[in-house]
């Protein structure tokens, strides 16, 4: 992407952010899901900022794609974890795995916002080992059939299409045959069953949709299949760094709303006579906020940067092998970053701080799910000391 497309895209950003932050407060006030966010995405041409021109889309470089979601995150964890649905996690894959029917089939549609999209890999019993999960599919005439339970979906009841992730019905566990495959599946089929989690039962996110679905002998086409039979793990484990790198730059924008509300609030409130930004302790907030959002942007960056130096050379390893240590780095620290920074926001705002009605409250409740999903805190911390100590040393496999 040039700097003038890159320029226009966050500008058109901006202003859907402008646009969508009374809406996103009444959402949350209310806790529903915001139904203005993807007719207002829809208006500033955001439903297909990381999918290439060729099927509509804005074909933002990891870099620019980060910096918008960072933008959007300051909006809330609630509104950039739907683009990491749709986009990172949803169009990703189907980008990147994707047959060419396949990507003329999803895109165009996804990008015009006919089509939402969302990612289904966890199961009631397969969370942070994805290999443990229990959906099957099996070969018919026609395609295959699908059966199972996925659970905990981000965008799963609104979604249009999603891509999911199964085992052979017909194949022994221990043949080596047994390998997980990746699909595409439309939701407005017979077989399809959706509940989505009601807003009052979750800690945070109440304006984003978090959804379970059962599919029963759900019929999939033959080309909704993603890359070959089998390259389910790996397409799910390289969807996964997307999906990673989209927390970590969420996270960096809750950063920088909280230091921005803190600021503020530190120059208006009186207290002993002065403002509070006069006090030595407010100011250790300010000042370990901005260190906090200073390493995460330098980390998200650096992530991002190699992310897009590995697309640039598919064939590479040791690039891709980078990419993926750098995603982990980056999204486990700035998830811990973000979450330490809302809760410092939270007390310099004090009593009002611990009121939904304010924006810290807010974030602290929706980002602490960023040190969860797309990877735990010690999953990742896992990882990354694999990466370091050699791949026999795995912790786990
Ligand atoms: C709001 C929300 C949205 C989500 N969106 C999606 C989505 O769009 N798509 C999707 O597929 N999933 C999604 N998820 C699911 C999410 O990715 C999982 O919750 C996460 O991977 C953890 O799995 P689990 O909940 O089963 O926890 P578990 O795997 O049961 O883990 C429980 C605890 O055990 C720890 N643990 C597990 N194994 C090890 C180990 N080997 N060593 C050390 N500790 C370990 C974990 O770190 C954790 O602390 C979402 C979850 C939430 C809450």
Redesign the pocket.
């Known amino acids: 992407m040039n700097p003038a497309e890159a320029q226009r895209l966050l500008a058109d950003v901006e202003a859907f952010c402008q646009e969508i932050r009374p809406h996103e407060e009444f959402a949350y006030a209310e806790r529903r899901y915001n139904d203005q966010l993807v007719p207002l995405a829809r208006k500033y041409n955001l439903l297909g900022m990381n999918v290439a021109p060729t099927y509509g889309g804005r074909g933002a470089d990891t870099v620019t794609y980060l910096q918008a979601l960072a933008r959007i995150g300051r909006e809330g964890t609630g509104v950039r ?1 739907f683009f990491s ?1 749709h986009l990172s ?1 949803g169009a990703y894959p189907i980008q990147t795995w994707g047959s060419e029917t396949l990507k003329q089939k999803y895109l165009p549609r996804a990008v015009r916002g006919e089509c939402i999209l ?5 199961e009631p019993e397969a ?3 994805p290999r443990q999960m229990t959906s099957t599919y099996r070969r018919t005439a026609h395609g295959y059939v699908l059966n199972g339970v ?1 659970y ?5 009841g609104i979604a249009d299409a999603i891509v999911v992730f199964a085992y052979p019905a017909d194949v022994a566990p221990n043949d080596p045959r047994y390998r997980i495959s990746a699909f595409v599946i439309d939701t407005h089929v017979p077989g399809f069953e959706v509940e989505s989690f009601t807003p009052q039962a ?1 800690l945070g ?1 109440p304006t ?1 949709n ?1 959804a379970m679905f059962a599919m029963h002998d759900l019929a999939v086409p033959e080309e909704n299949l993603l890359g070959r039979e089998g390259d389910g793990f790996r397409i799910a484990m390289g969807t996964l760094v997307s999906g990673r790198l989209s927390v970590a730059a969420g996270c960096l924008g809750v950063i920088e709303d909280c230091l921005a509300e803190v600021l503020r609030y530190a120059k208006e409130r009186v207290q002993h006579g002065k403002e509070i930004g006069r006090h030595q302790l407010v100011q250790e907030h300010i000042a370990l906020i901005e260190v906090a959002r200073a390493a995460t942007a330098a980390l998200v960056h650096q992530a991002a940067v190699a992310k897009d130096q590995a697309a640039a050379q598919p064939g590479d390893v040791a690039l891709a092998q980078r990419a993926d240590l750098l995603a982990a780095q980056a999204k486990f620290f700035a998830s811990q970053a973000a979450w330490e920074a809302a809760d410092r926001a939270v007390q310099v705002f004090g009593g009002r701080g611990w009121s939904t009605l304010y924006r810290p409250a807010r974030h602290l409740a929706d980002v602490r ?1 960023c040190r ?8 990742l911390k ?1 990882k990354i000391a694999a990466a370091l100590l050699g791949k026999e040393w795995e ?2 496999h």
């Open positions: 974890t649905g996690i969302a990612f289904g890999l966890t969370g942070s080992n996925k905990l979906i981000s965008n799963g979750k996110l984003s978090t799910v969860i999903y797309e990877g735990t805190d010690e999953i896992l912790a786990f």
